[in-house]
């Protein structure tokens, strides 16, 4: 009992000194889960009409250093568009709407997170997917499942 | 240790990661619409030909706009007049994608006005044409035309 007491308050320190209490907590989540976004009508001579959603949000815990945070997709087979940008943030800058392509390197996305104020930072994900006459449609060609990742990295 | 600082550099430190799914459906979108006013088509003395039973008169004050996002797709074109007194024809101009049909004589069977236009938006001019036969008389003919886009 004393032996394994022990053994949980060594690993209880060394994880304490390499910083990895901290990371057992979620520093970043996306909140209100996955998103169908479904783009229905259209303009003769033009393009179908983009849609957007803000169902979403991102929750980002304060760390002791200035962070930043990174998005990036996966999507293979990808033929329509997808753009995100960070609006109604409660701290931080948000970087321009990020169009999310397939492989892409992760970009920026909010900058300057302080390293002071509330514990917990948030924004709206705000999404845009559009799509041309010429790109198709789901039925023939299938959807696009974009697996996003948020990043939170010091900056 | 120059090397071992130069990767420090390259890698910020993470501190976590977030993730989600997006899926983005694009639905089987169709729009097809006509621009300007109604076509009146009037044949009168300036369009007689002394000697000449045929006159005719043309119009391409408007035009045809559509959007598709399926592939092999048509337009088609016909009337609701059943028995009309005197001949119109239709011609699709300048279409920006697709191909243009030969000229149709408008009847209540659907005929196709262009062809290949899967999956792309554009317009053309429509050109009627009035033919009447001096042998015909006078009378009006109003046509209500729909133009469809179809399966090819």
């Known amino acids: 009992m004393n032996r394994a007491l022990i053994r949980s308050f060594a690993l209880v320190g060394i994880l304490w000194a390499a910083g990895g ?16 976004m479904s783009v229905t009508t259209g303009t003769a001579g033009a393009q179908p009409v983009a849609v957007t959603s803000t169902a979403t949000t991102l929750r980002i815990r304060r760390e002791t250093v200035v962070t930043k945070v990174t998005v990036s997709t996966s999507c293979p087979g990808q033929r329509f568009s997808l753009a995100v940008l960070a609006t109604n943030l409660t701290s931080g800058v948000a970087a321009p709407q990020v169009n999310l392509v397939n492989g892409m390197p992760a970009a920026d996305f909010i900058l300057n997170l302080p390293t002071n104020g509330t514990l917990n930072k948030t924004c709206t994900l705000r999404y845009t997917a559009s799509a041309t006459f010429a790109q198709g449609n789901s039925t023939e060609l299938g959807n696009d499942v974009h697996s996003i990742t948020y990043t939170l990295v010091a900056q | 240790m120059a090397v071992l600082l130069a990767s420090g550099t ?40 002394a000697g000449q039973n045929q006159m005719s008169v043309t119009d391409q004050s408007t035009s045809l706009l559509w959007g598709t996002n399926s592939s092999l797709r048509k337009v088609s074109v016909n009337t609701n007049l059943a028995a009309p007194k005197f001949t119109l024809r239709l011609l699709a101009l300048n279409p920006t994608a697709g191909n243009a049909a030969p000229q149709v004589t408008l009847s209540t069977s659907a005929n196709d006005l262009l062809l290949n236009i899967g999956r792309s938006s554009g317009s053309c001019t429509l050109q009627y044409t009035g033919i009447a036969l001096a042998s015909q008389g006078t009378g009006t003919d109003v046509h209500v035309i729909t133009f469809t886009v179809a399966a090819q």
């Open chain 1, 21 to 36: 209490l901290t990371h057992l907590r979620a520093q970043i989540s996306v909140q209100g889960g996955n998103l169908l």
């Open chain 2, 10 to 49: 390259a890698h910020a430190q993470v501190y976590g990661t977030g993730t989600h799914t997006v899926t983005v459906q694009v639905s089987v979108i169709t729009a097809v619409r006509v621009s300007g006013a109604s076509v009146n088509l009037n044949i009168s003395a300036a369009n007689v030909v």
